[in-house]
T-cell receptor, first 114, second 117 residues
Framework: AQSVTQPDIHITVSEGASLELRCNYSYGATPYLFWYVQSPGQGLQLLLKYFSGDTLVQGIKGFEAEFKRSQSSFNLRKPSVHWSDAAEYFCAVGSPGTASKLTFGTGTRLQVTL | GAVVSQHPSRVICKSGTSVKIECRSLDFQATTMFWYRQFPKQSLMLMATSNEGSKATYEQGVEKDKFLINHASLTLSTLTVTSAHPEDSSFYIC?????????????FGPGTRLTVL
């Protein structure tokens, strides 16, 4: 069974500082990997996804993530955080194929201090 | 593109009543939609997978008679919480699968906050 671990429940960074949110997955083959962001009381917005190819994936809002098979990781990064990035971030893994179900991590809450 | 809407965004109802939540894919056809439940400060829990024109597939522990799902068209799925009780209060989120061969992506609706009094 596939699973996702987000080790950090809560992270606080200063505006302008760099950010890295960790995500580790467990899956028997190469999974589909996603990062979503959720603002309070809102649905989820897709930041980026990895299916295959280049292991460094660029997303929206200046985010990127790198797939590292050897470490079973898909960490999310941003070089300079903005106050508006404060939100909950979810990593998810899906199995290749149509109508794949996603398994979500428990989320990391990002707080940005001014 | 790939916009998913949900209606209503918030609903408050009395215990024992039924509540219907709609999920629509606005600019694409979704053969598969998913319904999730999210408790405060927790992750999303998949409740069921809804396929157009067929019965929904429920996850273990989810009562199918309690949470009725209908996927009547390629752009609409509905979740009906029957005989709602306070423990059903939660944030319900749907997603629609924008599949193109094997490169599937789920796009999520804004969620529905259900409060049962």
């Amino acid at each position: 069974a596939q699973s996702v671990t987000q080790p950090d429940i809560h992270i606080t960074v200063s505006e302008g500082a760099s950010l890295e949110l960790r995500c580790n997955y467990s899956y028997g083959a190469t999974p589909y990997l996603f990062w979503y962001v959720q603002s309070p009381g809102q649905g989820l917005q897709l930041l980026l996804k990895y299916f295959s190819g280049d292991t460094l994936v660029q997303g929206i809002k200046g985010f990127e993530a790198e797939f590292k098979r050897s470490q079973s990781s898909f960490n999310l990064r941003k070089p300079s955080v903005h106050w508006s990035d404060a939100a909950e971030y979810f990593c998810a893994v899906g199995s290749p194929g149509t109508a794949s179900k996603l398994t979500f991590g428990t989320g990391t809450r990002l707080q940005v201090t001014l | 593109g790939a916009v998913v809407s949900q209606h209503p965004s918030r609903v408050i109802c009395k215990s024992g009543t039924s509540v219907k939540i709609e999920c629509r894919s606005l600019d694409f056809q979704a053969t598969t939609m998913f319904w999730y439940r999210q408790f405060p400060k927790q992750s999303l829990m998949l409740m069921a997978t809804s396929n157009e024109g067929s019965k929904a597939t429920y996850e273990q522990g989810v009562e199918k008679d309690k949470f009725l799902i209908n996927h009547a068209s390629l752009t609409l799925s509905t979740l009906t919480v029957t005989s709602a009780h306070p423990e059903d209060s939660s944030f319900y989120i749907c997603s629609a699968n924008s599949g193109s061969g094997t490169t599937d992506t789920q796009y999520f609706g804004p969620g529905t906050r259900l409060t049962v009094l």
